[in-house]
């Protein structure tokens, strides 16, 4: 397993597939490379590119280096980016998108980035911040009680009650306990749950931003609002996808994308 050194020491797990220019994937909340939806997209992927899939910092076979601060997830992506090469295109997917916005602000390296779903939910008429939810998720991790903190996020993303009791009793119910910490990150990565203006306005360079057709009305909005917060920026919207957007349905336009 090949790793990357972070500017704060931290271990970077990832992996490398394909041949072409580099494009480097970046998960959601709750997500890694051994669970999530970027290993089959790469494998989609790597005719094409020399693709690079890494655990976040905290998750997975990366280390961890306390306290947390946006600005070293940012410092992780330019570690992986300058093994890639100096220069990458960046897919990214929900929080994950709003930590690669930071990324895309911070310096050079990302070259063309896209974005799917960014959960920048107040954005969305009537849609405010949960100081609640922030609150609460703070108190489960500091008691070490990071399956309800786990259990809450799912009800927050509206997954029912009795769903997320039947994930619970799955033997996979451990695995996202040991990566529960790291709900805070994306919680910080997304603080206000408001388009990072004057961030994204600072990005030049050219930019997708794309939205699932049957998607939630609210992570709709906040793509389009992503999009109008770029100034180079393209939006488009993929029928019959949802957040969950299948790879077989995204590949192909992340692949015109970057080629172009």
Known sequence: ??????ADGTTIAYERT???PALVLVDGAMCYRGAGPMRPLAALLRDTFTVYTYDRRGRGESSDTLPYAVAREVEDLH????QAGGEAYVYAISSGAGLTLAAAAAGPGITRLALYEPPFMAEVEGDTPSKEYTERLHELLDAGRGGDAVALFMTRVGMPAPVVAGIRAQPGWAELEAIAPTLA???????G???PRDLASAIAVPALVLAGEASPQGLRQAARATADALPTAEHRT???????VAPEALAPVLAEFFAA
């Open 1 to 6: 397993m090949p790793t990357v050194t972070s």
């Open 238 to 244: 993929l029928g019959g996808q949802t957040h969950d």
């Open 18 to 20: 394909g041949s072409g």
């Open 79 to 82: 570690a992986l980016i300058a």
């Open 193 to 195: 749950c408001t388009v």
């Open 185 to 191: 990150y994306d919680d910080e990565v997304l603080a």
